[in-house]
C-alpha cells in the first residue's frame, strides 16, 4: 500500500506512488560503450504543500558479481505535475548537461520525452531522451532510451527499484 503523506500538495497526488528511496540494479548499453551493470539508489522527497517532488539519483558500475567497481552516473532535479495529467521534469546532471522534459502520468506510470538539452562546452553530444517509468509488482521499473554521439534515439538504461523507504522516512 502507498503511503499519502496529509501534508502533500494535492497536485502531487498522481505521482505520489514515487514517493520515498528505491533501490536496486539494471543494465545499460549503447553503441559507444560496452554493455554494463549498474546499482542505483533514487530518492523522490516532497516539500509540505508544495506543487513539486525532489528527485535525486546516483549508481555505481558493478562488476559480473555484483560488487561496486567505480562511481557512476548522478542526477537532481525536479517533478512537476500539471493540469490533465501532464508533468513537466528538470533535470541536472554534474556532467554538464541539463534537461527539460514534458510527459504524461496514469495511474502508476509516466511516460516522459525532452523538450529541451542545454549543454556545456565541454559536455558530450547528447540530443534528445525518452523515460518510461512504472509501478511493477510493488517495484519501481523505468527504461531510458537517448540520442547522443550521433545515433539515433534507442535504448540505454533499464533498471529494477525496491523501495526501502516510505515518504514519511524521505521528507525534505
Known amino acids: ?12 497526488l498522481p505521482i505520489a506512488w514515487l514517493l520515498g528511496r528505491w533501490e536496486g540494479a539494471g543494465v545499460g548499453d549503447y553503441p559507444t560503450i560496452e554493455a554494463f551493470r549498474f546499482g542505483q539508489e ?10 513539486f517532488l525532489a528527485y535525486a539519483s546516483r549508481s555505481w558500475i558493478l562488476d559480473d558479481d555484483g560488487n561496486l567497481v567505480r562511481p557512476a552516473a548522478r542526477e537532481t532535479g525536479y517533478w512537476r505535475p500539471q493540469e490533465n495529467d501532464e508533468i513537466e521534469v528538470l533535470l541536472t546532471h554534474p556532467t554538464g548537461f541539463v ?18 538539452v542545454l549543454k556545456t562546452e565541454t559536455a558530450k553530444d547528447y540530443r534528445t531522451g525518452h523515460r518510461l517509468y512504472g509501478l511493477v509488482n510493488g517495484a519501481l521499473m523505468y527504461v531510458y532510451e537517448m540520442s547522443a554521439m550521433g545515433h539515433e534515439l534507442q535504448p540505454h ?11 514519511s522516512e524521505s521528507r525534505d
Not at 42 to 51: A, G, K, M, S
Not at 101 to 112: D, F, H, K, N, S
Open 1 to 12: 500500500m502507498i503511503e499519502i503523506p496529509d501534508d502533500l500538495h494535492p497536485a502531487c
Open 42 to 51: 533514487v530518492e523522490f522527497t516532497y516539500v509540505p504543500d508544495r506543487p
Open 99 to 116: 534537461e527539460i522534459y514534458l510527459g504524461q502520468t496514469e495511474p502508476a506510470r509516466v511516460e516522459l520525452a525532452t523538450r529541451g
Open 157 to 167: 538504461l533499464s533498471a529494477e527499484l525496491k523501495r526501502v523507504a516510505g515518504a
